[in-house]
């Protein structure tokens, strides 16, 4: 056992595994969490509502306001569910999700930072499963207890991104931080691809009950390896080899002070720090235009383009599958960036946001402008979520810059106030669009969700820093920090023979 122990740490440096484990965690986590926006379309009779009674017959007779494409894989009839919910209606049920998830947003991250990370990841994930599984009774029910399940959910997951960012703060060495991050937080985008093309298949060949027994399922799966296989800081981790660990501490104490206790959390530093704004302010534009193209564009395909799920499902995924694809290019690229010191952190920061935001803006912009020229839409789909991967370089790790040891609260504070203003989108698209499932509509959403992502990009251009603030530490800190390096420098192998992992 010990020789296969020594074999693994050698060759498999636990850090990865850890991020590995990681990136699965937010495949379910996306899983379960947006299922609902595709099974939503199969869960409705479109044609008992009234607006969409007027989109099936101006669909069979395209005008000025719809387009006219390829309809013989159209099905809408034998699509249509059970249920008779209004776009208002299915807005509420798709949003609701965020109302209990911002409500433990900051808590969340706040007590990754005081008990970890392995525990609170494994509780959220569980019982969010297991709501999961209760989705299709509650909808049976009526449409109220799908709201209030979906409210559960999001207070059972509001923790699960803050909470990564004091694990990556304590494990991972700031030049891997980039391409570690793409590859956890990229969990996300191959989860919604995973999910959109499984919900649709799934919805084909069983029905759409079954997407959320079986995803729910994924989950409780997922959470019995998590707890197996990963520890909250390398010092408790019974694999990692000591040259890794060694590597891990000393890395990370060149760069900034993470300290291996709770600090007091320094609130009137926060609330007047701008670089904070910075990343609060992107991270808002960023998940208002996440969410409009999540959960309104299936809506937007089917009563524009006339898609069926299974079309509407593929033409979904394909932009997020390349999203991933392009975070495991541009992220280990910021990383050699700073590596080489071609570019200083905040430099990185800066360009891989205005790349995560202003590229898709303008992609959303010329989308406005296509109307029925399907190609072009699908093309700058695409494009959008290619550059949409600068995030995982830019504004989204940056709270790690600015402050590790407060890295869990800042992306609660950031993340929960950013979701709690962008729930608002799809609910604004929902009204703009209930009875008025026309081009020009739909083009006012995509010009609107563009200015939000140009305007905050320009913001953060301005007031983002990549720089450690001095409200991260205390001075006591840094002094047993400095102890701790003499020490290791002290017990440090003369000679290494594992691998540490660095490329």
């Known amino acids: 056992m010990e020789l296969k122990t020594k074999f693994f740490s050698a060759y498999l440096p636990t850090r990865y595994v850890m991020a590995f484990m990681a990136f699965l965690g937010y495949i379910n986590i996306f899983l379960v969490r947006n299922s609902i926006n595709l099974a939503i379309v199969a869960m409705v009779n479109y044609t008992a509502i009234d607006h969409n009674a007027a989109t099936m017959d101006i669909i069979t007779k395209p005008s000025e306001e719809r387009c006219e494409v390829e309809y013989q894989n159209f099905t809408g009839k034998n699509e249509d569910g059970p249920f008779v919910w209004s776009q208002p209606i299915q807005a509420l049920i798709t949003t609701s999700f965020l109302w209990g998830y911002v409500t433990t947003n900051i808590p969340g991250g706040r007590l990754a930072e005081v008990v970890g990370t392995k525990y609170l990841l494994t509780g959220s994930m569980l019982l969010t499963s297991l709501l999961t599984i209760l989705v299709p009774p509650a909808a049976y029910l009526g449409w109220q207890y799908v709201v209030f399940v979906r409210v559960l959910m999001g207070i059972a997951l509001g923790p699960s991104f803050p909470s ?22 990229g969990g996300a985008e191959l989860g ?17 009950e079954a997407v959320f027994y079986i995803e729910g399922c994924f989950g409780i799966v997922w959470a ?4 197996l296989l990963v520890h909250d800081n390398p010092d408790e981790h019974p694999r990692i080899s000591e040259t890794e660990r060694i590597h891990i501490t000393k890395e990370i104490a060149k760069d900034a002070h993470v300290s291996k206790k709770a600090l007091p959390i320094p609130w009137k530093s926060i609330l007047t720090s701008m670089p904070f704004y910075a990343i609060l302010i992107a991270n808002i534009g960023h998940n208002w235009g996440f969410l409009i193209l999540l959960v309104d564009l299936p809506v937007y395909l089917k009563t524009i383009f006339g898609f069926d799920i299974k079309s509407n499902a593929i033409i979904l995924a394909l932009p997020y599958f390349l999203s991933w694809i392009s975070t495991l290019i541009l992220c280990p690229l910021a990383d050699l960036c700073k590596r080489r010191k071609w570019l200083s952190t905040v430099a990185v920061r800066k360009i891989w946001t205005i790349i995560g935001h202003l590229g898709p803006a303008l992609c959303l912009f010329v989308m406005a402008g296509a109307r029925c020229n399907i190609q072009v839409i699908i093309v700058m789909l695409m494009l959008s979520q290619v550059l949409e991967a600068g995030n995982y370089g830019g504004w989204l790790i940056n709270h790690i810059d600015i402050a590790p040891s407060f890295s869990g609260t800042l992306f609660g504070i950031t993340n929960g106030v950013s979701m709690l203003v962008s729930w608002l989108g799809p609910v604004v698209v929902g009204f703009m ?30 007031f983002g820093s990549g720089s450690e603030q001095s409200w991260n530490y205390k001075e006591e800190e840094i002094d047993e920090e400095e102890e701790a390096g003499i020490n290791l420098e002290n017990h440090a192998p003369s000679a290494t023979h594992e691998n540490t992992g660095l490329a």
């Open 192 to 208: 919604t691809v995973s999910g959109l093309l499984l919900t649709g298949l799934i919805i084909e060949n069983i029905g759409w």
């Open 224 to 227: 019995v390896f998590w707890l």
């Open 164 to 185: 990564m960012h004091p694990m990556i703060a304590k494990w991972i060495p700031p030049n891997e931080r980039s391409t570690i991050s793409a590859i956890v937080y």
């Open 433 to 462: 669009t209930h009875g008025n499932q026309t081009l020009e509509a739909w083009s006012a959403v995509f010009i609107m969700a563009g200015a939000v992502l140009a305007a905050d990009s320009i913001f953060f251009l301005i």
